[in-house]
C-alpha cells in the first residue's frame, strides 16, 4: 500500500501537525503518523522509517522545532522523498528550525516548507502533488482544489470589495 | 516522456544550476532547462509551464534570487511538484530569496532547498527521488549513490584520521 | 476617471489594509479595493490589473504577506507604479515580507512601505502624493495635512511636556 | 520645466547613483543630481529640496548608506513622492539602510527599493513610471521596455537552454 | 542652567521615556522633556534643539522607534553630546530603531543605549556620567548607587541562594 | 566536595533557572546557586566564584540576558569549564544573549547550551555528564535516563499515532 | 589632566582604533590607549581603569569583537562615562559585538557607536563633545568641523553635480 | 586511556579543525580525529561513538557546517559531553550551523562555541578543561596558559600603547 508517512519530533507538535494529516484525509491519501524524535529515540526513528518504507511509504513528512535534525535523520535513512516542516517552537519561533531544516548538505535535500502551520498544511499538498503523478484521480483532485481556492478567493473579495 | 523542467530566473544562475542539470544527467534522468522570468517575461513563463506540463514534466525546480517569485509562480500555474533553489545573488546573499521561497500560503507548495550550490543539487536529488517513485532502475541508482557517499567518507577520513 | 486601485492577498489582509482605504477616503481620492492572490488565483489578477489599468487605475497598492508575491506580480502586469505593503502575517511577522516585496530585479520596481498598518497608511499618502501631481487641490490638502500633524505634536506634547 | 531630483548622502555613493541616471537619462527624463547629506549638511539639504520642489520636481530620489535618514529628511521637507534607495555602504551591507529607509512613521512615506544598483536603477523606474502618468510619450517608452527585456530573456535562454 | 534635555518622538513612547525623566529626578539633575518628531515637526525638532543648546542643555537623550531618525536629526543641529535610545515601537520591536540610531556615519556621533526600557534609563545615566563630570556632588551619588546596587544584589541572592 | 555551581545574573532569572537546579537534584549532584552581576556586583561575582572553585566547584552554569557577560566573567576567573545559558530577557528575546554568550574569542570557552528554559535544563545535563566522567553511579543514572526518555516518545506516540 | 583613555581588547583592533586616537589628537584632546582584554587580562583591565580614572580620565572608550564584554567591563569598573566601539572581528562581522555592546541592563550604560572605523571616529567625536562641555577652545573647534563638514559635501557635490 | 574525540562532518572542515587538534596536543591530551557525517555515513558516525566511548573517549567533539546536525546525533548517542563547533561553511557563514548546533531541546545538550576558528580552539580548551578535572598536571597548564595569555596582552599593549 502506498502511503505518507509523518514523523513528528514531539507530541507538542501535534496540534500542529494534525492539520497535515487532515490535508492528507480530505484527499483521500492514506498516512501513518508517529512521534519519534531524532534525538531521544534514535534508533525508533531510524527504525520506523526503514520499515515504513518497506511497507510502502512514498513520502516522509518530518516536523520539529528548534535544532531541528529530524528532517535530516529522515533524509539519512531513505532515499525516498522527505519533505520537512519547521515547527515555530521556541524562543526563536521556528527562524532556527527553518535553516537546521533546509540548509542541506550536497546529496542529501529536504524539500522545506513554511514555518508552522502553512508548512504543515503545505507539506501535506506537496505529498500529495507528488502521489498524483502516479494516479489521475488525485491529479483530478488537485486541479479541483484549485478552482475552488480560486473560487473562494473571488467570494471573500465579494464581500468587502469596493469597484467604481 | 516523463522529465524534470528546470527554470531559471536569469542567464547569470546558470553557472550554479548547471550543477543540478548536470546531477540530472549523471543519474540519466531526461530534463529542459529554459530561463524565464517570473516579472521580466511573465507571460512566457506560463505558457511554458503548462506547455511542458502536458508534455511530460513531472517537477518544476525554480531558482532565483532577491525577492525570488519563480517558484511561487510556478506553484501557482501547475499542480506538479515544484521545488524551489533560492539564489545567492544581490545584497544579502539569498537570505531575501530563502524567504521569498519558502514561506509559501497554505495551498501552494513550493518544496525549497538550500541556498545556491548545495541547493541546486539538492533539487536535483529531490527530483530524481520523486521519479524515482515510478522508476525502479533509479531507485536502485540513488542507493548505490549512497553508499558511495559513506564510502567517499571514509576515504576523506582515512587521509587525515588519527586513531589512537 | 482616475482612481488607485487596492489589491490584498487575502482577506485577512483587510482589517489592516481599511485604514489605507480610510486615508484614500479622506483625502478624497477614488479608490477601488478587491482581493485577489497572486497563487491563488493568478489569471483574476492579471485580468484585474488589465481591466484596472484601462478603467484609469493611477497607482497600484499590493499588500500580502509571507513569501509576499502581489506587488511583484502586480509590477510584471503594469507600467503604472506599484506600491508594496508587506503585511504582519505569519511567524517571521512580515520580515520575509518586507524582503519578497522590496528586493525586485532591476526594471521591476516596487515602492515598499513600512510593515503593516504604518505602511498601509503611507501606501495611501505616497498615491495621494503621486496623484497631486496632477491635481492642485489635493497638493493643498497634502500641505495641510502636514501642518495640521505638526500641530499635533506640539499638543501632544503640551499634555506631557517639562520646560525649564 | 519636470524633472526628477536626485539627492545622495555621500560622493561614495555616485558609482552606484549613476547607473539612476542613466536610466534617467535612456528614457529622456531630465533630473538634477547633487551630494547633500541629512547630517552634515542638514540646512543645505533642506534649501535644496524646497528650491527644486519650486524649480519643478516631480519626484525625489535619495540614497544613503547605513543609519539612512536621507530619504526621511527629503519626505520631512516636501509633499512630493519620495523614493529611497538604501546603499550598500559599511560593515552590514544595507540591511540597516533598509530599515532606516522603509520603516517609516504613518504619514511620512518613502516609497523604498532593493538595497544597491537593483534599486538605484529601479528608482529611476519607479519615478520615470509616476512622471509617465502625465506623459504618454513616456508611456509608449515604458511598454516598448518591457517587450524588449521580455526578448532579452528569450534570447538569453537561447544560447543556454535545453529543450527535448 | 545647565540641564539634560529628553525629546521623544511621539507621546506614545512616554510610558517608557518617564523613566529616564524619573532617573535624572532621582539624581536631582534638572531636565527638559519635550515631544518633537524629525518628520512631523522638523523646524520645531531644530528651533528647540538650538534653544535648548543656548539655554544650558550639556546633553540631548533622543528617542523614537522605527525608522529613528530623532537622535540624528538632534546630532546633525548641535555639538552637544547627543544620547539616542531606540524604542521597542511597530512590527520590528526596535531592531530598526537600534540600527537606524547607532550606525551613524563618520563625525556624527549618538551614543546609543539598549532597546525600550533598560535603554531609557541607561540613556539617564550616561547623561548624569557626564554632567558628574563638572559636580562632585553628583559623582559621589554616583558611587552610591553602585554601592546600593551591588548590596541589593546580594540581597535578591539571600532570598534564594543555595550554598552548601 | 564536587559540586555544580549556578550563577544567575539576576533574580529575575530564577524562575527558569530553578529547572537547571532541578534537574541537577533529580540526578543528586550537589550544586550552589547564587545571584551575582557581571555588572553590578563584579567584584562579588569574582570573589565567589575563587571560593567555589576552592571549596570544590567543577563545573560553573551562569545564566544571564541581554549583553550577557556573565558566564564570559566566570570564565576569566576559573580554569574549570564554564557553561552558559542564555536568558530570553529583554526586547530581543535572547538573540543577543546567544551571541553575547557564545562567540568567545580563543582560549576562553564558554560551552553554550539554548536559549531559556531548555538551556537551563541542558545546562544541568552537560554539568552531569561531566561530573559523571568520574561517578559511575551518575553515568548509569544518565544512560537510564535516556531510556526512559525514549519510552516516553513512544508512551506519547501511542496516544496519538496512526499506524496502517 | 583630563584625557580620554582608549582600551582595545586585542591589537589586531588597532589598525581600526588608530582612527580613533587620530582623530582625539586632529583636536588637541590628550589620550591614552592601551591594550586590555576582559577575559584574557581582566584584572590588568580592572586595575588600569581605576588608575587612568584615579589620574583624570574623563572618559572611556573601549573596542571589542565578537562577544565584546570589555565595554561593559570598564562599565562595571567606573563612573566615568564609557563608550563602546563594536569591531568587526569574526564570521559575524561585528553583529554579535553590537549587541554585545549596546544591550547592557538597567543602570550600567554604555554609550554605542556604529560597527568598525565609522565607530571608532564618532567614538572619538562623541569624547570631545562631552569634554567640550569644560572646554570652550574644544567647543569652537567642534563647530568649525561641522562648518568644514558641510562645506566638503559641497566641494564633493561639485564635482558631479547636474543641476538643470 | 582517557582522550578526546573530535568528528569531522566533512573533510573540507579540516583546515579549521586541525587548530582544535593542535591545541589539544600543545597541552598533551591524547585525541582521535575522523571524519564522519551525520547524513552521508549515519551508520559509521553512530558506529565510531560507541567504540570510542568504549575505547575511553571522555568529550566529543563535532564540527559540522549548514544544517550542522553532526554534534546532535553524536549527542544522541552518548552519555558523554559533546561539544559542539559551528563551521563558517556555506552562504550563511555559520549562522545556519550555530542555530542546528546550540538550540537542542531539553536532556540532549551540546556545549556549544564560537563559530570557526574561535569556536575550534575553543572546543580544544573546554573539553581540556574537562579533562583536567581528573588530572592535576593538566590543571597546572591551564593555570600557567592563563598568565601567559595576560602575559602576551601586556607584551602586544607595549608595542602600541600611549600612556600620558
Chains 1, 2, 3, 4, 5, 6, 7, 8 share one sequence.
Not at 10 to 15: H, Q
Not at 18 to 36: D, Q, R
Not at 134 to 145: G, I, P, S, T, Y
Amino acid at each position: 500500500m502506498k502511503f505518507v508517512s509523518i514523523v513528528i519530533g514531539s507530541k507538542s507538535d501535534y496540534a500542529v501537525m494534525a492539520e497535515c494529516a487532515e490535508t492528507l484525509k480530505k484527499f483521500g491519501v492514506p498516512y501513518e503518523l508517529i512521534v519519534s524524535s531524532a534525538h531521544r529515540s534514535p534508533e525508533r526513528t531510524r527504525t520506523y522509517i526503514k520499515e515504513a518504507e518497506e511497507k510502502g511509504a512514498q513520502v516522509f513528512i518530518a516536523a520539529a522545532g528548534m535544532a531541528a535534525h529530524l528532517a535530516g535523520t529522515c533524509a539519512a535513512n531513505t532515499t525516498k522523498p522527505v519533505l520537512g516542516v519547521p515547527m515555530e517552537a521556541g524562543v526563536l519561533k521556528g527562524e532556527d528550525a527553518l535553516l537546521s531544516t533546509v540548509m542541506m548538505l550536497e546529496g542529501m535535500p529536504v524539500g522545506t516548507l513554511a514555518i508552522g502551520k502553512a508548512g504543515a498544511v503545505n507539506a501535506a499538498y506537496l505529498a500529495i502533488q507528488i502521489m498524483a503523478l502516479q494516479d489521475d484521480e488525485l491529479r483530478v483532485k488537485l486541479q479541483e482544489d484549485r478552482i475552488s481556492k480560486a473560487k473562494k478567493v473571488e467570494l471573500d473579495s465579494s464581500e468587502i470589495e469596493t469597484i467604481l
